[in-house]
């Protein structure tokens, strides 16, 4: 075990770039089996009729479009499980064998070829973990020696009981005790064992909110400890700050800010306004380490952002640009879900699981292009302050600072302006008492149009939907 380790401090240092935190990651979500089919030889019973069904995506099908998400801007990929899964569990979480890569997807030696060829290109991979569940077929729930690794509650009735939350099965999936010393040490060393064989860079870890932080905190200090900078975010499915930060609290570096995914929901996508994105950036500031929050605006849980915004009215493109704008000009790692830069839609689940049509929107895919430049050029906007700023109507603006008081001068201020309104607006903004006071041109990074403020007070002409992001010029 201990060689593992030596290769973890080696090989991390040389294939991520110098320097580089995750604050500054740009994350690309993947539903294999809906990605790309690179290998048809493992098409083996599927059908790309059935929504439930297998479609034939797999491993090599991401290699060989890792120059793509490359030139994309992405600088990290998140894979869904790739843990043997029964007939329907294409998505990867419900486990069989926890050792196993699906033969849908590969094998364990394509997975690792997969890390090797991403770091190559200063990608970084995060592996899906499902600690909290298996699978109702796994071979463990036949064993009358493993009844006691499970809790025996029956289905989650009540979310707002948390003895339910994390002891009761979720979506009728067999809930794991973590607390059976015997099942802590079976689900720590097969974490390790899958760090160790293919050199991945973390973990999103799945239904963690399903789980007592205390198992976390234990398993977070093992990981950490034995593997110095790998880097684990949960998903902590709650509406409030205050209930993700006991996760945090507990030794996860970072979760998906799911209260702010429902404030860009209602902002961007019903058309709600600044209302509730103003009330979602006050909180954030409850997290410990705000800048490792996943930003995002859809996942394979939740319907396709199209989708909501065009049941609205307007345009929902233009609702969907100014949505990509916010996630990539805010305090933590933007997460873009794949085939969110072709403008794929979807309802809920697995309406939301459509397979990838690469090139089905050129300019939509531009764009992500752009805002992936804008985000890595401009120090600004991966540090960690964000200022509101006073602004008229359905508007919204702030003022973004970057981390380092010596980076050059262009990049460390940043001031982005949204029209959240039906209609064209001049957008006026005081930027009198912030860091961008006393500046006198900026330039919109998105447009190339120059604006001059006078009296610290700014007016920014927009479109309906419009946004400016803007740096000093």
């Known amino acids: 075990m201990a060689a593992g380790a030596a290769w973890w401090h080696s090989e991390r240092l040389a294939a991520q770039p110098a320097g580089r935190t995750w604050h500054d990651q740009i994350v690309y979500m993947i539903m294999t089996d809906r990605f790309a089919d690179g290998d048809p030889a493992n098409d ?3 059908n790309r009729l059935d929504p439930r069904a297998f479609h034939g995506g797999d491993l090599q099908g991401i290699i060989d479009h890792l120059d793509y998400l490359h030139d994309l801007g992405v600088t990290a990929i998140w894979i869904t499980p790739v843990f043997l899964n029964p007939p329907g569990g294409y998505h990867g979480y419900w486990p069989v064998d926890f050792y196993q890569v699906d033969p849908h997807f590969g094998d364990l030696q394509t997975l690792a070829e997969l890390v090797r060829q991403a770091h190559a290109r200063g990608i970084r991979v995060l592996l899906d973990m499902v600690l909290n569940h298996t699978a109702p077929s796994h071979p463990w729930r036949r064993d009358p020696a493993k009844s006691s690794w499970y809790h025996h509650m029956g289905p989650i009735t009540d979310y707002g009981d948390p003895l339910q939350v994390q002891n009761g099965d979720l979506a009728g999936l ?6 059976n010393p015997q099942v802590f040490q079976y689900l720590v060393r097969m974490s390790e064992w899958w760090i160790d064989h293919t050199h991945a860079d973390g973990f999103r870890l799945d239904a963690a909110r399903h789980i007592s932080p205390s198992f976390w905190r234990q398993y977070t200090q093992i990981i950490h400890q034995r593997y110095p900078g790998f880097f684990l975010i949960g998903e902590v499915w709650v509406d409030s700050p205050f209930a993700i ?7 996860m570096d970072g979760a998906m800010d799911f209260p702010l995914y429902n404030a860009i929901t209602a902002g961007f996508a019903r058309g709600e306004g600044r209302g509730p994105l103003v009330r979602a950036l006050r909180l954030r500031p409850v997290y410990p380490d ?3 929050m996943g930003v995002f605006i859809d996942n394979h849980d939740v319907p396709r952002f199209l989708t909501v915004a065009a049941s609205t009215g307007g345009d929902p493109q233009a609702h969907l640009r100014a949505a990509l704008a916010f996630v990539f000009t805010m305090p933590g790692i933007p997460i873009v879900y794949y085939g969110t830069e072709v403008g794929l839609t979807g309802g809920a689940d697995p309406d939301n699981r459509k397979d990838m049509v690469f090139g089905q929107n050129p300019a939509l895919t531009q764009y992500v292009k752009t ?11 991966f540090g960690k302050e964000l200022t509101v700023l006073p602004s008229t109507g359905q508007t919204l603006a702030y003022v973004r600072v970057a981390d380092q008081p010596d980076a050059p001068y262009p990049a460390r201020v940043a001031v982005v302006v949204f029209n959240l309104a039906g209609e064209p607006a001049g957008v ?5 008492g912030t860091k961008a006071a006393g500046i006198g041109r900026f330039r919109d990074v998105l447009t190339g149009r120059e604006l001059a403020s006078q009296d610290n007070g700014l007016t920014v ?9 803007l740096i000093p010029k």
């Not at 002409?461 to 992001?469: F, N």
């Open 290 to 292: 705000v800048q490792n």
């Open 174 to 179: 067999p809930d794991l005790d973590q607390q």
């Open 44 to 46: 083996q019973g599927t």
């Open 428 to 432: 006026q903004v005081d930027l009198a």
């Open 245 to 251: 930060s006991p996760f945090l609290a507990a030794g």
């Open 461 to 469: 002409e927009l479109p309906s939907w419009g946004v400016a992001i």
């Open 371 to 381: 805002l992936a430049a804008i985000r890595k050029t401009y120090a600004a906007l």
